[in-house]
Structure formats: structure tokens, C-alpha cells
């Protein structure tokens, strides 16, 4: 009897070991916890990632020049090509346009005429209403936030806890800081900070009401407080797509436009 008990206590350890084996450990330090340089290559090339973006909404403007909202859709390809239209209430058609690094077309529905040229400083302030650059317009608009400049350099700050990385970087040249939060489940910029070695805030983009595309973690709420040159965004989208290889860029405008040259 004595042997028997024995026996069975040995089985009943060997069963609670193998059973043990066979449940897998948490293994944060693999999929959930990432180095530094790791991380921000991760985050660049989940950026890179979107050559294609499409997408319909309503857009808020907010400066010193304008106060406007429209239900908007938009065209990007990478690297430097952007298609967008404007609509009015009843979705009436105000504007059209097509914008790459070299020339542009903007039509104004209304008054039906046709603006283009080759693009220049100003061009883009007249037609988005927003001073940006048009690389900085394509990241907004996708809700990205662009670490090329960051590849090469170690985070002056790096903080890690179970939900979010934060990321600093110093700029000394310009005395600017610059601040990055990520959430740890998907890797999506939540938040990002630019201001001055004083404490002064240059310009804040926080992104929310995230959607799961093409394993991309995409926003469906930006916000974007340009400080410094005074002017607002926010972007709420309907509908976003990735990657679909079937946007048109080109623009089709009635033969009896006006033509003007900027």
C-alpha cells in the first residue's frame, strides 16, 4: 500500500510538472518590451508602411485667418503626392485639388476656376488654409508622426511602464525638445510634445480612437495645437483604407474652367 501511495504521489508531481511545461510563460521581454533603437525603427517602419491612404471625414481649421469645418476626403501616396476635395453641408462640392513636391492644381468649385502651377513657398498656406510644410501636411493627415531623424540617435530619456514608452529626444541646436508617448499593447503614437528648452509648448499632436488596419494601429481622432504659428486641427475620419493600389491622383475638371497661373 505503502508503494502505491508512492507511486502516486510521483505521477501527480510528474503531471503538475509537464502541465507547467505546457502553459507558455509571459514572455513580455520578447513581445512587449522593446530596446530603444528597436522601438524606434518599429515606429518608423510602421510608418513606412502606409504608401497608400485613403480616407473620408470632417476636418476643423482653427488660425488666425480661418474657422472653418468641412466633411473632406483624401488621397495620399507616398512620398509627396496628396489628392484632397472639400464639401460643403449636403456634401456640395467647394474644392478640388492635387499637390506633390512639384507642381499642383487647385479648383475652386464656386467660382469655377482652376489654379496651377509649380509649387512654391505660399502655395500651400492658400490652398489648405494651414502654414505647413507638405510633408508635415501627409503626416498629419495620416496620423503619423515621422522618427527618419531619429534612427540614428539614442532617446535622451526612455521610460517604460506596463501600458506606455515615453521617448524624449533633445535637440540642442535648435533648443528643442521633443517628447513621443507609445502605447505598449500596439505600438501607436498616443501622444506627441515639441517644445523649448524653456518649458514653452512649440506644438502638440494626440491621437485617439485608434483602428486596427492591415496590423497598423491608425487614429480615427487627430488633434494637432500648432502653438507657434497659431493654428488648430482636428480631424475626426469615417473611413480609412491602406495599401489598395487604386487611387486616382489625377484630377478631372469641366472643359469650361477658367484657367489661372499662381
Known sequence: MKKIITVYILALVGFQFLFSACVPTKQIADERVYSVDRLVKRLEGNRRKVK?????????????????????????KRPD???????????????????????????DVINNTAYRGNMKDGILKRIMKVDMSLNDIIDALTGSVNLTDKLRTEPDKF??????????FLDHSNKIENTYL?????????????????????????FSK?????????????????????????????????????????????????????
Open 52 to 76: 497608400e491612404f485613403t480616407a473620408t471625414g470632417n476636418l476643423n481649421i482653427n488660425s488666425s485667418s480661418i474657422n472653418a469645418r468641412s466633411n473632406f476626403e483624401v488621397s495620399i
Open 81 to 107: 503626392s496628396l489628392k484632397i476635395s472639400f464639401y460643403g453641408p449636403f456634401n456640395i462640392d467647394l474644392a478640388h485639388a492635387v499637390i506633390t513636391s512639384r507642381d499642383f492644381i487647385f479648383y
Open 159 to 168: 521610460e517604460a511602464d506596463d501600458d506606455f514608452y515615453k521617448l524624449t
Open 210 to 262: 485608434f483602428k486596427t488596419i492591415d496590423e497598423l494601429a491608425i487614429p480615427q481622432e487627430i488633434n494637432l495645437d500648432d502653438q507657434l504659428n497659431k493654428q488648430k486641427i482636428k480631424i475626426d475620419y469615417r473611413n480609412v483604407e491602406l495599401n489598395t493600389n487604386k487611387i486616382n491622383m489625377k484630377l478631372e475638371i469641366p472643359t469650361d474652367v477658367k484657367i489661372s497661373e499662381w
Open 182 to 206: 507609445v502605447r505598449n499593447s500596439d505600438l501607436a503614437i498616443t501622444e506627441s510634445i515639441i517644445k523649448d528648452f524653456s518649458g514653452k509648448i512649440i506644438l502638440t499632436g494626440k
